[in-house]
């Protein structure tokens, strides 16, 4: 077994120790409980909300809370006296990142199409999924770089809330003219939830969609050859 | 012997502060010794093992791993050393062997994690979360951690802080046997007695610069007190009095007081590490 696969296999193996993977689980079993109290078509319309909460918002989240336990417990430290290139550490944190988004699209997707027979392009999907991951992924660890602490976490993954999430969410409900979405590709946040919609609702691929792949992979990539890789190691050992 | 670390004026400066923690810094640490970094808090000497662990980089000076600079050592650097570290540095919700078993998966050259957890005395405790571990128990697996790899260098940080007396002295002997088997051993801790017991040399660092890099003996000779103390029976009291260790034979005050006195204790006036520790880097602190 190569040294990603090692650590992927820990990081999994912890998600379910520390009761990550068992909440994301039941997260997910509450919305098939919401999909079998509506119809087909509301489930097409609010399908594309839980995929962006579970890939988007709980990616930013859960990758920096993590940082932190791990910083934490110590275990980080232990974890660079490894024979391991950083890439390798790196790389597994994005993967294990997107695994919980994957075991929740999974459920989504089978659930839509169990109950209300509702199926779309899951290699679509699926790509829309790894590239919003990798973003949200990305950002929630560079915030976790540079925050403080844990309380200094919560409030940056706060600001990024307030100033992306929250948007996009009103422009989900309609609080939003369509007038402005134009702004809204500013927001990672608008994309990941665009190609959600696009993917569920098996919509042609259009500029839109381009933009936001391109953008989102953009600031996965950017992020993580200028922030995460170089600072990594020296932001979490300085403490 | 052969250098396993040859550190040449080595300094270093955290991106985000105005001046140097580490100034200028130069020794050696031989292959098989003990080598103790002595310092007080705050003196440099956690950032020294860092950079020399690699967990720091853009350093000034050099740092060569026996005889090859530590900057061009890619991560098989790891396969070599071994690092105690004195924070736990174990996943909580784990088990100390699972915890054991994780790590040791990475390592090419594996030590026997059941042998090491029965010599710390933990074997008995392996299916138990780590979380529950007591803070004597988390210091012991944190050693055990560090010998996962059969390392060629150990890298020990305070590593009997938190021990009772008997397993601080079982972490002593597995030491002394690692360097017995030709470990080399980097010690950095505030306790004088460990560094009595078993370094070969030691170094005082304080404010980021070195102030004495000698033999724990050498030290002794140095700063101890060259006087004999003897407490003596007189008029039903015991007195005290000090003597000059030079020439004590010849010091008549001396032979006469052995003569017409009883002798309750005497003593040679032997300076302990604690004393020298406070001496130098008091010294220096206060200049």
Known sequence: MNNIAKLLKGEIQRSIKYKILPISLLTSVIWVIIFLLISADEAKSIAPLFLFTDVALMSIILVGSSYYLEKQEGTINSVFMLPIKLNEILIAKFISSMFLAFESVIIIAVS?????????NYFLLLFYVIVSAMAHTAMGLSLALYAKDFNSLLGLLFTFMLIFTLPTIFYSLSLISENFEVFLFLSPSHCA?????????????DWKVVLSVVYQLFIAFGLFKYVIYPKFKTNTVRG | MQNAFTIEDLSYRYPSKDTDVIKGITFNVKQGEIFGFLGPSGAGKSTTQKLMIKL????????????????????????????GFEMPVHFGKLTGLENMKYFSSFYKNKADIKNLMEKVGLWEFRDVLVSQYSKGMKVRLNFVRAMLNNPRVLFLDEVTNGLDPKNAMIIKKMIYEFKKDGGTVFLTTHLMNDVEQLCDQV??????KLYEIATPRD??????????????????????????????????DFQTLLKSNRLETIHSGE?????????????????
């Open chain 1, 112 to 120: 839509l199409y169990l109950i209300h027979g509702v199926y779309f």
């Open chain 1, 193 to 205: 939830n665009l190609l959600m919609n696009y993917a569920i609702s098996s919509k042609p691929i």
């Open chain 2, 56 to 83: 720091l980089n853009d350093y000034r000076g050099n740092i060569k791993y026996f005889d090859r600079d530590l900057k061009k050592i890619n991560e098989s650097y790891y396969e070599e050393i071994g690092v």
């Open chain 2, 203 to 208: 170094a005082f660092c304080v404010d980021g």
């Open chain 2, 219 to 252: 030290l002794k000779l140095k700063y101890g007190k060259k006087e004999v103390t003897v407490e003596y029976h007189e008029n039903n009291n015991i007195l005290t009095r000090d003597f000059e260790l030079n020439d004590l034979g010849f010091n008549d």
């Open chain 2, 271 to 287: 300076t302990t590490m604690e004393d020298i520790f406070i001496k130098v880097t008091g010294e220096v602190i206060h200049e």
